[in-house]
């Protein structure tokens, strides 16, 4: 059974930084693709950071996070980690991690139809 499992939101002063894990479990990294989304209060929910393993460990970050965050993988924890620094107010947001579980490559890595499992979601709230 396809699960995730995320922990790490909590409430940061801007500058700081977090931690965001995503515990994967009943498939394969190796084989599939994570993206970490984001939605804000009254907006959509967007795209802001992702990994193909099937193609070579490709990555999309938004450029709205590029420079301050980081994707990395604990291959032994099946955990894919989102590193975030230099946080923003505007980095508040319900954060999810989310799985494409389609064999292949070619991943459309920012598309929220690539992914078929999603997190419950955590909080990061980034204010003084």
């Known amino acids: 059974q396809v699960q995730l499992v995320e922990s790490g939101g909590h409430l940061v002063q801007p500058g700081g930084s977090l931690r965001l894990s995503c515990a994967t479990s009943?498939?394969?990294?190796?084989?599939?693709?994570i993206g970490w989304f984001r939605q804000a209060p009254g907006k959509g929910r967007e795209a802001v950071a992702c990994?193909?393993?099937?193609?070579?460990?490709?990555?999309y970050f938004a450029d709205s996070v590029k420079g301050r965050f980081t994707l990395s993988r604990d291959k032994v924890k099946d955990t894919v980690y989102l590193q975030m620094n230099s946080l923003k107010p505007e980095d508040t947001a319900v954060y999810y991690c989310?799985?494409?579980?389609?064999?292949?490559?070619?991943?459309?890595?920012?598309?929220?139809?690539?992914?078929?499992?999603w997190s419950q979601g955590t909080q990061v709230t980034v204010s003084s």
């Open positions: 009943g498939f394969t990294l190796d084989f599939h693709a």
């Open positions: 989310a799985a494409g579980l389609r064999y292949g490559s070619n991943w459309d890595l920012p598309v929220e139809y690539e992914y078929d499992r």
């Open positions: 990994i193909g393993f099937t193609d070579g460990g490709a990555t």
